[in-house]
Nanobody, 127 residues
């Protein structure tokens, strides 16, 4: 599967953005989809994940209550609605696809849990 992220930009603190990740391929609906982010000088970190049918969703504590992940399998697209943005949310955001939602009883929330990655879209939050 090939992934193309979009929707990043510059926004003031407290504002909102909606990221999209379009996938190619007929098997999109079989994948767990997630969002990660990477700030300058930092490691890539998990943001959110959703199962193939949207039945299970998991968020990093840092975005819980502010961000919402969703997917539309008919459009082969996963979204990340980001509200109440903070300067510390500034990062390149990546979408990723994987085959499992759980590994050893934990949500798949590490880079190695995902096989396919989009190119990233930059989100900058000004104070």
């Amino acid at each position: 599967v090939q992934l193309q992220a979009s929707g990043g930009g510059l926004v003031q603190a407290g504002g909102s953005l909606r990221l999209s990740c379009a996938a190619s391929g007929r098997t999109f609906s079989s994948y767990v989809m997630s969002w990660f982010r990477q700030a300058p000088g930092k490691e890539r970190e998990f943001v959110a994940a959703v199962t193939w049918n949207g039945g299970r969703i998991y968020y990093a504590d840092s975005v819980k209550g502010r961000f919402a992940i969703s997917r539309d399998n008919a459009k082969n697209t996963v979204y990340l609605q980001m509200n109440s943005l903070k300067p510390e949310d500034t990062a390149v955001y990546y979408c990723a696809a994987g085959s499992r939602f759980y590994y050893n009883g934990k949500c798949a929330n590490t880079v190695k849990d995902y096989n396919y990655w989009g190119q990233g879209t930059l989100v900058t939050v000004s104070s």
